[in-house]
């Protein structure tokens, strides 16, 4: 299977920080691109992207897709203690989706 | 009403026996799988399973097999557990039906301890 890698694979920030995650894949023909937000049980899906430069925002969060070079990114502003957790995204091709290793967040009061 | 339920959620059984783990989805989805969580949180892709195709990850032992009766359900047993089992296993599904789109959805997970 095909990589994807996520950095960093740990961040500890405070309150108020904005925050930047990284997720890199090698292939190009895939459907989408999936992230997911992981606290103590089931990773819940926050967003998806298909098409290359276009933002997709939900409240703090937003993220964005560069098909050109293969990554893309999730950015959460203005953070707050409820946003630690493991974020996880996946490329999905098909059937299949393969996660990447996640970046643990840490925010602290 | 859960989307996607597993069960049991805890499990603990000694080295050597034999367990399963339930799933089952009323979205509608084609597809279903079973991702294995290890500590150092990497979810791992072990099957996918549609009415047409049964896809195994290679690098899964064969003490691991699917089951589905149907397109709701994919049961996953375990035959001679080993200590190396202990992790958590996800259900999940994705495809069409009443979420469409190519997202996939998790159950809550089983943690299975071998001891």
């Known amino acids: 299977e095909d990589k994807v890698v996520q950095s960093p694979l740990s961040l500890v920030v405070h309150e108020g920080d904005t925050v930047t995650l990284n997720c890199s894949y090698e292939?190009?023909?895939?459907?989408?691109l999936l992230w997911y937000k992981q606290e103590k049980k089931a990773p819940t899906f926050l967003f998806m992207l298909t098409s290359s430069g276009i933002e997709k925002k939900s409240g703090r969060l937003s993220s964005i897709l560069d098909k050109k070079e293969l990554f893309s990114i999730l950015n959460i502003t203005a953070t707050q203690t409820g946003d630690s957790a493991i974020y996880l995204c996946?490329?999905?091709?098909?059937?299949?989706?393969?996660f990447g290793t996640g970046t643990s967040l840490t925010v602290i009061p | 009403d859960t989307a996607v339920s597993q069960t049991p959620k805890y499990l603990v059984t000694q080295m050597g026996n034999d367990k399963s783990i339930k799933c089952e989805q009323n979205l509608g989805h084609d597809t279903m799988y079973w991702y294995k969580q290890d500590s150092k949180k990497f979810l791992k892709i072990m099957f996918s399973y549609n009415n047409k195709e049964l896809i195994i990850n290679e690098t899964v032992p064969n003490r691991f097999s699917p089951k589905s009766p149907d397109k709701a359900h994919l049961n996953l047993h375990i035959n001679s557990l080993e200590l190396g089992d202990s992790a958590v296993y996800f259900c999940a599904s994705s495809g069409t039906g009443h979420y469409s789109g190519n997202t996939i959805y998790f159950g809550e997970g089983s943690w299975l301890t071998v001891v």
């Open positions: 996946a490329r999905g091709t098909g059937n299949q989706f393969y």
């Open positions: 292939v190009t023909n895939f459907r989408s």
